[in-house]
């Protein structure tokens, strides 16, 4: 056998010991998608985020209060397969920097293996998952932490879009100015926002609302006012026109819409 053909039969006999090593291939890392769950109705589930809810080997949610299920795993659930992980992440109810930081990046952590190992993982999060969202924070956290880890966002509706379609009324129109409030700190941020917006949203209304209304009353607003309490839920309820209406006792998810300007009809 001459030199030449010795390498070649060498060269032959590495490729098929490579082709028959039992040497585990390094897994592709999964990807984070953050799905917008919509605001309580399953229907309003995007069909490509749908697609990738069933496609997803875990599914991760936040964990809802005293061993209930929460928002987001309770709009999903019916779409969920039995061999699907489910992980439900703890994110407090706090405003500590510190404490919310280390939920985050627990979180991160908990989400990581399965990621690590090829996996993909759906983080499912009522409404809108880039709207006053905890995947944001999952999110960056993440990548902080892993650099290497992927993200995708696939949105959903957020609920002033909801409560808007409701209603039966546009959010807004034309040139018409928009205000989202995610909470009220101080009065003094309703009252600048009304001063300058065409159409205001509180979102976290229920915590504050008899002080609203009574800004509203000043500012003759309560009849252009709404409130939706459980949008697109079946225990759905409207509010109109708050005039008679000082003391509602609402529950967490409910917003406030305020037309301040009253919207210009077509032909008008």
Same mark, same amino acid.
């Given at each position: 056998?001459?030199?030449?053909?010795?390498?070649?039969?060498?060269?032959?006999?590495?490729?098929?010991?490579?082709?028959?090593?039992?040497?585990?291939?390094?897994?592709?890392?999964?990807?984070?998608?953050?799905?917008?769950?919509?605001?309580?109705?399953?229907?309003?589930?995007?069909?490509?985020?749908?697609?990738?809810?069933?496609?997803?080997?875990?599914?991760?949610?936040?964990?809802?209060?005293?061993?209930?299920?929460?928002?987001?795993?309770?709009?999903?659930? %019916?779409? #969920?397969?039995?061999?699907?992980?489910?992980?439900?992440?703890?994110?407090?109810?706090?405003?500590?920097?510190?404490?919310?930081?280390?939920?985050?990046?627990?979180?991160?952590?908990?989400?990581?293996?399965?990621?690590?190992?090829?996996?993909? &993982?759906?983080?499912?999060? %009522?409404?809108? &998952? /880039?709207?006053?969202?905890?995947?944001?924070?999952?999110?960056?956290?993440?990548?902080? $932490?892993?650099?290497?880890?992927?993200?995708?966002?696939?949105?959903?509706?957020?609920?002033?879009?909801?409560?808007?379609?409701?209603?039966?009324?546009?959010?807004?129109?034309?040139?018409? *100015?928009?205000? &989202?409030?995610?909470?009220?700190?101080?009065?003094?941020?309703?009252?600048?926002?009304?001063?300058?917006?065409?159409? &205001?949203?509180?979102?976290?209304? /229920?915590?504050?609302? %008899?002080?609203?209304?009574?800004? #509203?009353?000043?500012?003759?607003?309560?009849? *252009?006012?709404?409130?939706?309490?459980?949008?697109?839920?079946? %225990?759905?309820?409207?509010?109109?026109?708050?005039?008679?209406?000082?003391?509602?006792?609402? /529950?967490?998810?409910? $917003?406030?819409?305020?037309?301040?300007?009253?919207? /210009?009809?077509?032909?008008?």
């Amino acid at each position: 056998m001459s030199d030449s053909e010795e390498t070649i039969a060498k060269d032959e006999l590495v490729t098929a010991a490579l082709a028959n090593s039992t040497e585990p291939a390094i897994a592709e890392i999964g990807t984070l998608y953050g799905i917008g769950a919509g605001t309580g109705d399953p229907e309003l589930l995007t069909l490509k985020g749908l697609r990738l809810l069933k496609q997803a080997s875990v599914v991760a949610f936040p964990a809802g209060v005293k061993g209930k299920l929460g928002m987001a795993e309770q709009i999903v659930a %019916e779409w #969920l397969q039995p061999h699907q992980v489910r992980l439900a992440l703890n994110f407090p109810y706090v405003q500590d920097t510190d404490t919310l930081t280390q939920a985050w990046q627990q979180a991160a952590k908990s989400v990581w293996p399965y990621l690590q190992q090829g996996q993909d &993982v759906a983080f499912v999060s %009522e409404g809108d &998952v /880039s709207f006053f969202s905890t995947f944001t924070y999952l999110a960056q956290s993440l990548q902080h $932490l892993y650099p290497e880890a992927k993200v995708q966002t696939i949105p959903g509706i957020c609920s002033p879009l909801a409560a808007a379609a409701t209603l039966g009324i546009p959010l807004t129109m034309q040139a018409q *100015r928009l205000v &989202v409030l995610p909470a009220l700190y101080h009065v003094s941020e309703l009252e600048t926002a009304l001063q300058w917006a065409d159409v &205001v949203v509180l979102m976290k209304v /229920s915590s504050v609302y %008899e002080q609203v209304w009574a800004i #509203l009353q000043q500012q003759q607003l309560l009849n *252009r006012s709404y409130v939706v309490e459980r949008a697109t839920l079946p %225990e759905q309820v409207i509010y109109a026109n708050l005039s008679d209406r000082p003391n509602l006792q609402l /529950s967490y998810f409910s $917003l406030l819409i305020v037309q301040v300007t009253a919207p /210009s009809l077509v032909g008008s």
